[in-house]
Every structure is written in structure tokens, then in C-alpha cells.
């Protein structure tokens, strides 16, 4: 059975994924949720996890996670990057589905936020999604062999697969389409 949950977040469970000081986080604790739900495991079972959010995109990412339960798109685990002492990379070599974290964007340029740090992006199943960056896969090595996008294997995003489609119904854009190929990546905003 699918159950999902929506509840405030406070600065203490946001750990160092969340920080008051300079660079002052674009969003705090008061505008994000813990969403937690069931989610389909690669086992075949269903598990619960939990994604802190954005309370605007609490709606659509119930509906994008329902759909992927009642389809069994396999999630490998989901849980907040604050258990990850707010790494980015330890969370992603872990291949966990996260949202919020307050962190710039892995891009070439200036600085700037990531969609993470608005809580209104999750990366779905990081080593089966890996993002290629100036031709580096990551996370590495882990997600070396999911750069060739073809055959497709379980929990992977392709175009007009069950995770690009359950996300594009609710109007999110997907990385995997940008020139530096980010599969695991979905965003309200397209960035």
C-alpha cells in the first residue's frame, strides 16, 4: 500500500544540508517539507523514505512517486542528504534519491545555486543516473558502466521510460536532455 506524508522541517533535521550563515541559504527550514512515502525497492518490496522538499512541490512529487510505486519503478534508497553530513557526493556514491540540500550547482561558470538548494529538484537513483560532467561520470566509479544509456536496466531514465514520463506529467524538466547529460536530475525549473 502507498502512503505518503507531508510534515515541517526543522533546522535540526536539515543538519549541515541547511546552514544560516554566509552564503546565506536561498530558502530555510520553514519553507520546506519531509515528504515521506513508500517507494518500490529494487528488492521488490515496497520501503519507506524521505525527501525534504519545497512545501510549493509537495503536490507534484507526491503524484510523480505514487505513479512510480503503482508501476514498481525500482528506487534504491531515499533518504535526506542531511545523513550524509550534507555531501552531495556521498549521497549520490550511495545511489540515493534526494531533494533539498543547499549547494551550488556542479557547472561550469560562476557560482550559483543548484535547484537543490530551493528544494524544487530530486535526483532519482544517482549510480543508475549518473551525471557526466566535462566527461567525467558521476558519482565515480560506481556509475561508470550506466554512462552508455543502452541496454536499459532497472531504475534507469530514458526518454519515454516511466521516470522521465511520471515526472514530465506533472510539468518537472529532466537533465538527462542538457549537453552535459545530468540522468538523475528533475527540477521545477529546468535547472
Known amino acids: 500500500m502507498w502512503v505518503a506524508t507531508a510534515t515541517p522541517v526543522t533546522a535540526a533535521q536539515l543538519g549541515k544540508s541547511w546552514h544560516a ?10 519553507q520546506l517539507r519531509n515528504l515521506t512515502m513508500t517507494y518500490w525497492g529494487f528488492d ?11 512545501a510549493s512541490v509537495v503536490p507534484a512529487i507526491t503524484q510523480v512517486f505514487k505513479t512510480l510505486f503503482a508501476e ?3 528506487i534504491r534508497t531515499m533518504i535526506p542528504v542531511s545523513a550524509f553530513g550534507g555531501s552531495d557526493s556521498a549521497s549520490t556514491a550511495a545511489d540515493n534519491t534526494a531533494g533539498f540540500n543547499c549547494r551550488y550547482a556542479v557547472a561550469n561558470g560562476p557560482p550559483q545555486w543548484s535547484a537543490h538548494a530551493y528544494g524544487e529538484a530530486v535526483d532519482v537513483n544517482t549510480v543508475e543516473n549518473p551525471y557526466v560532467f566535462n566527461g567525467q561520470v558521476l558519482p565515480s566509479p560506481q556509475a561508470a558502466p550506466y554512462k552508455a544509456r543502452s541496454p536499459y536496466r532497472p531504475g534507469m531514465a530514458v526518454p519515454g521510460g516511466q521516470l522521465v514520463d511520471a515526472f514530465a506529467a506533472v510539468g518537472w524538466q529532466w537533465g538527462g536532455r542538457w549537453s552535459d547529460p545530468d540522468y538523475q536530475h528533475f527540477s521545477a525549473t529546468g535547472g
Open 21 to 30: 550563515g554566509a552564503p546565506t541559504c536561498p530558502v530555510g527550514p520553514v
Open 44 to 54: 521488490s518490496k515496497p520501503h519507506m523514505g524521505t525527501l525534504v522538499i519545497a
Open 72 to 74: 514498481h519503478f525500482p
